[in-house]
Nanobody, 128 residues
Framework: QVQLVESGGGSVQTGGSLRLSCAAF????????MAWFRQAPGKEREGVAA???????SYSDSVKGRFTISQDNAKNTLYLQMNSLKPEDTAMYYC??????????????????????WGQGTQVTVSS
């Protein structure tokens, strides 16, 4: 019902910036939350940023102040601006979306199992 296509990943040095994009196709008018997750080797997939249908944003403590999530509703595109990147930000980054409204979008409460739609992932590598 919803297809998510990501782009913008790559390699950058510590302190650099990247901007990830996620284009959404399908029944996008039903979406309540859109979010960015990341997963490093040997670690669980964790949410880093989310935005709800009213434009309210939330972040994990590890990225707050460095990452900014935004969306262009006219283009059905989600963005993640990543600044001051650190080696620990190295991970596969995934775009996620869900239409259920019974739960908020904060990464601390809405986790992997609460998202029905996922992108293919885009690799972000931060070197020293």
């Amino acid at each position: 019902q919803v297809q998510l296509v990501e782009s913008g990943g790559g390699s950058v040095q510590t302190g650099g910036s990247l901007r990830l994009s996620c284009a959404a196709f399908g029944y996008t008018y039903q979406l309540h939350c859109m979010a960015w997750f990341r997963q490093a080797p040997g670690k669980e997939r964790e949410g880093v940023a989310a935005i709800d249908s009213d434009g309210r944003t939330s972040y994990s403590d590890s990225v707050k102040g460095r990452f900014t999530i935004s969306q262009d509703n006219a283009k059905n595109t989600l963005y993640l601006q990543m600044n001051s990147l650190k080696p620990e930000d190295t991970a596969m980054y995934y775009c996620a979306a869900d239409l259920r409204v019974g739960l908020g979008c904060d990464p601390g409460i809405r986790r992997r199992i609460h998202y029905n739609y996922w992108g293919q992932g885009t690799q972000v590598t931060v070197s020293s």
